[in-house]
């Protein structure tokens, strides 16, 4: 069974515009609530009725927001027939002009739009990520459906998170009587009637709010739902192990049996600025022993950043949670960490004059000779090399040797295989590989060359703008039976894929080059949102001043004279 243990909630709703303002204020009310608890907010997506409502509360009052919307309603307009469509015949829908939640209100909070194939997926992805439970707001035949898949997913044991009704002007009694019928007519275990709940107007009152009576129920039920031995009617695990398939999720591992865990892990590098988000913000990763977990994201999506928190390097926000080997890297570090980045080679030590043997029996060698020959070899490294006098990729190759020689248990790699030539690269790879089968040694990689990876990891992650997007690392090759898959883009699965510029793109290539191209237009889209414009591009100059440089090099620019 797995669960999440980060605080969030799941909120299920309609999407209709012109709903009854008590349904819109009792929607608003829950987002501020969710915000305020400093939960975060996954939902539908939708930018009307309860949904828009719902996700405008929170990120008005500073929360993090998480839209979940299948592809094709966030790229089409709102189709005939849809109450949205009525209501704005004319208009694109407000949920998709292109792949982003256009949230009307982006408030001060961060609003994410994970993108999906289709509905199946949606929810899957949904009722992953809600660590605490589901809010049933009123709504139509897709709230009905959804939360009542979420009660069965608990009852059936796939998951053990609550669902709560906001009972607001009676609307869910009808479902209430339902379920007292099914009870007594034995279609339903009395003991799973309170796999639902209800929160109504006198509990509002009392806790001084709908949201803040809804949250306590959800916490409550989670308790309580914890506490009883007998929810769930099977262990989906155990029978997935019995058919040959990994199981899905790594939740259910102990510590110890984990290499890597980080949950909801915020980091900024100056805590006093208000004007700059942090530049991680609930990144969550969970890695066991043997796996080679390669990290995928734009420049500036924080990947250094969090290799060099695993590394111990930096101390992580309060509240976050970064265990290696079941110790806490930065005040119990546990030995066997190597971190390999490219800031080693601006080191002045490493371009002085000093012969390379000298140099890696500097830092340990001797005690290490045999993984030192093999690495010498595998790195075609020529040890009467003087550092001062070698080139960039051959200086690598020292590095490399000189990181890789004694056994490590976690590799932190950030970015180091740049300058090295295809063959080396491939050999590497080859022994990095062959160290995590037998040793069980885990790795992490970051890297933006993709040319030869296609079989290198066992797992991906994607970073988007300081956040990782799933709750746990996509298994690598993808198959659809993993529930983090649902945010691969179709190219994936393409055994074909090449089909785009990249000319002999593998599936992993063609993954990357989608994802990154998906951050940029919900890059784009937030800043539009936020009202600020672009910050980057030809647009943004534009719209700076006139430098003193450039008033500078006008005035006394030669070049205007020289024959080129
Ligand atoms: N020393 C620093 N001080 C302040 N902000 C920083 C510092 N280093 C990085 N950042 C910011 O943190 C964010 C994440 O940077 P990071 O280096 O982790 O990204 P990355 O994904 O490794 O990028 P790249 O692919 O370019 O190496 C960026 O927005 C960056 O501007």
Redesign the pocket.
């Known amino acids: 069974m797995t669960q999440t243990t980060t605080n969030s909630v799941c909120v299920f709703c309609g999407s209709s515009p012109g709903l009854k303002p008590a349904y819109m204020d009792v929607a608003t009310d829950l987002g501020r609530a969710i915000a305020q608890a400093d939960w975060t907010l996954v939902y539908g997506g939708g930018a009307k009725g309860c949904m828009g409502a719902v996700s405008a509360g929170a990120s008005a009052s500073g929360g993090h927001v998480v839209g979940v919307i299948p592809r094709v309603m966030a790229s089409k307009p709102m189709p005939k027939g849809h109450p949205a469509a009525a209501a704005a015949p004319a208009a694109a829908s407000t949920e998709g002009q292109g792949p982003v939640v256009a949230n009307p209100d982006p408030g001060a909070g961060r609003v994410e739009t994970i993108i999906v194939q289709d509905m199946h997926e949606r929810k899957a992805l949904m009722a992953k990520r809600s660590g605490l439970g589901f809010v049933g707001l009123p709504g139509g035949f897709g709230t009905f459906e959804e939360v009542m898949e979420m009660v069965t997913w608990t009852q059936l044991g796939i998951h053990r998170k609550p669902v709560v009704l906001i009972n607001v002007a009676g609307f869910w009694s009808p479902v209430r009587a339902l379920i007292g019928n099914a009870v007594s007519d034995g279609f339903i275990p009395g003991v799973n009637s309170n796999l639902v709940s209800f929160v109504e107007e006198a509990d509002a009152q009392r806790a001084g709010g709908w949201g803040k009576a809804t949250l306590e129920e959800v916490q409550r039920s989670n308790e309580r739902l914890k506490n009883r031995a007998d929810a769930g009617y099977w262990d989906w695990n155990e029978s997935k192990e019995a058919s040959g398939q990994k199981p899905q999720a790594l939740a259910d591992t102990s510590v110890e049996q984990r290499s890597v865990d980080v949950r909801s892990l915020t980091y900024a590098?100056?805590k006093e600025d208000q004007n700059n988000p942090p530049?991680l913000e609930d990144c969550n990763l969970a890695l066991t022993r043997g796996s080679r977990c390669l990290l995928i994201?734009?420049?500036?999506?924080?990947?250094?950043?969090?290799l060099r928190l695993l590394a111990g390097k930096r101390l992580p926000s309060q509240g976050s949670h970064i265990l290696v080997f079941g110790k806490d890297v930065f005040h119990d570090a546990p030995r066997g960490i190597t971190y390999l980045g490219t800031e080693w080679a601006m080191n002045p030590v490493v371009r002085s004059d000093i012969l390379v043997s000298t140099f890696l029996d500097s830092v340990g060698g001797y005690r290490h000779k045999e993984r030192r020959d093999k690495l010498l070899d595998i790195l075609d490294v020529d040890t009467q090399w003087r550092m001062h006098a070698i080139s960039d990729g051959e200086r690598r190759r020292v590095q490399l040797t000189m990181g890789l020689m004694e056994p490590w248990d976690l590799l932190l790699l950030?970015?180091v295989t740049v300058d090295l030539d295809v063959q080396v690269r491939a050999d590497l790879l080859s022994f990095l590989t062959e160290e995590t089968k037998t040793r069980g040694a885990t790795i992490i990689y970051?890297t933006?060359i993709f040319d030869g990876l296609q079989t290198f990891p066992t797992h991906v992650v994607h970073?988007r703008h300081?956040t990782t997007t799933t709750g746990e690392p996509i298994s690598w090759p993808p198959s659809r039976s993993d529930p983090q898959a649902a945010s691969l883009p179709p190219q994936a699965f393409d055994q074909a894929s090449g089909k785009d510029d990249s000319d002999d793109a593998s599936q992993l290539l063609s993954t990357a080059l989608a994802w990154l191209r998906e951050d940029k237009v919900v890059r784009l889209e937030r800043e539009r949102t936020s009202g600020k414009g672009p910050t980057r591009g030809a647009k943004a100059a534009q719209q700076d001043q006139e430098t003193d440089s450039e008033r500078f090099y006008s005035k006394y620019d030669y070049s205007q004279n020289t024959t080129r």
């Open positions: 590098f100056n530049a994201g734009a420049n500036g999506a924080g990947k250094s950043t969090l950030d970015e970051a933006h970073m300081g």
